[in-house]
T-cell receptor, first 118, second 112 residues
Framework: NAGVMQNPRHLVRRRGQEARLRCSPMKGHSHVYWYRQLPEEGLKFMVYLQKENIIDESGMPKERFSAEFPKEGPSILRIQQVVRGDSAAYFC????????????????FGAGTRLSVL | QKEVEQDPGPLSVPEGAIVSLNCTYSNSAFQYFMWYRQYSRKGPELLMYTYSSGNKEDGRFTAQVDKSSKYISLFIRDSQPSDSATYLCAMSEYTNAGKSTFGDGTTLTVKP
């Protein structure tokens, strides 16, 4: 059973370009979460999605950032017109569709995408 | 002020020592409490999770939650060099369990 798959692992963009980060959840998981981690800091929640729905986007910057999780295919985090401050590790996590209580809320993380903006 | 504050570290201990990692929080709505281990340039790996107050033990790891003091701890017994990593506490509310709030992490080094 493959874990949460993120690609690319490393992404280099110049200022003003677009960055697209992909996340395939674990099999049987339809809940996806994106977090951002700056150097020497913890993970900061960005967005929570279910298939075709955004459930909570309270951590998303108001501009340039968007996320989707289509019916088919991976979840995409899109950053338009990147700036140096967007350089960070972006982690995706997924949680199961079924389960009782706490088990349903456990989030499994991918290895992350490290974005570097030149 | 951050919702979750974690002892910053770094922490360096000899092999076999007992390690205590701690977090405090301000949001009384937090009900789920997790500890993750993160190796350098890897994703977080869930170690322990608990609901509400109390203790939970799993092998060499014990998680403790004191909701009255808004304080959680992770104890590692008989620490090993392979335990060297950054440890992150995380918490979420019952009604919004999808959104976890993380501490900034404590980096632990266990010396042989």
């Amino acid at each position: 059973n493959a874990g949460v798959m993120q690609n690319p692992r490393h992404l280099v963009r110049r200022r003003g370009q677009e960055a697209r980060l992909r996340c395939s959840p674990m099999k049987g998981h339809s809940h996806v979460y994106w977090y951002r981690q700056l150097p020497e800091e913890g993970l900061k929640f960005m967005v929570y999605l279910q298939k075709e729905n955004i459930i909570d986007e309270s951590g998303m910057p108001k501009e340039r950032f968007s996320a989707e999780f289509p019916k088919e295919g991976p979840s995409i985090l899109r950053i338009q017109q990147v700036v140096r401050g967007d350089s960070a590790a972006y982690f995706c996590a997924s949680s199961p569709d079924k389960g009782e209580g706490l088990a349903k809320n456990i989030q499994y993380f991918g290895a992350g995408t490290r974005l570097s903006v030149l | 002020q951050k919702e979750v504050e974690q002892d910053p570290g770094p922490l360096s201990v000899p092999e076999g020592a007992i390690v205590s990692l701690n977090c405090t929080y301000s949001n009384s709505a937090f009900q789920y409490f997790m500890w993750y281990r993160q190796y350098s340039r890897k994703g977080p790996e869930l170690l322990m999770y608990t609901y509400s107050s109390g203790n939970k033990e799993d092998g060499r790891f014990t998680a403790q939650v004191d909701k009255s003091s808004k304080y959680i701890s992770l104890f590692i017994r008989d620490s090993q060099p392979s335990d060297s990593a950054t440890y992150l506490c995380a918490m979420s509310e019952y009604t919004n369990a999808g959104k976890s709030t993380f501490g900034d992490g404590t980096t632990l080094t266990v010396k042989p």
